[in-house]
């Protein structure tokens, strides 16, 4: 069973970093893209960035390119997402899930479609 669970959200101020992980239990990454979305209370969830294994390619949203980075660990069992320079429109609660057939270029145009397995969902809050 793929499960997902994230970790490393809290309350910050605006300017400061945050890192999230989202460590997989019972299965490795290999065969996976790693997407890492958020969702603000009244929005649609959206994409913030994701990262393929079968590929290598890393893809992020405008509105974090620059400030986030998505990396993993080298057992290919945790991917991490560093937040830096947050902004209070980063506030949110921040999900990673995981999608076999898809690449991470796609997660502009499909969203959500393909992610098949999610974690919990770690609250995010950026002070002003």
């Known amino acids: 069973e793929v499960q997902l669970v994230e970790s490393g959200g809290g309350l910050v101020q605006a300017g400061g970093s945050l890192r999230l992980s989202c460590a997989a239990s019972g299965f490795t990454f290999d065969d996976y893209t790693i997407g890492w979305f958020r969702q603000a209370p009244g929005q649609e969830r959206e994409g913030v960035s994701s990262i393929g294994f079968i590929d290598g390619s890393t893809y992020y949203a405008d509105s974090v390119k620059g400030r986030f980075t998505i990396s993993s660990d080298n057992a290919k069992t945790t991917v991490f997402l560093e937040m830096n320079s947050l902004k209070p429109e980063d506030t949110a609660v921040y999900y990673c899930?995981?999608?076999?057939?898809?690449?991470?270029?796609?997660?502009?145009?499909?969203?959500?479609?393909?992610?098949?397995?999610w974690g919990q969902g770690t609250q995010v809050t950026v002070s002003s």
């Open positions: 899930a995981a999608a076999q057939f898809v690449t991470a270029s796609t997660m502009a145009a499909i969203g959500t479609y393909g992610y098949d397995s």
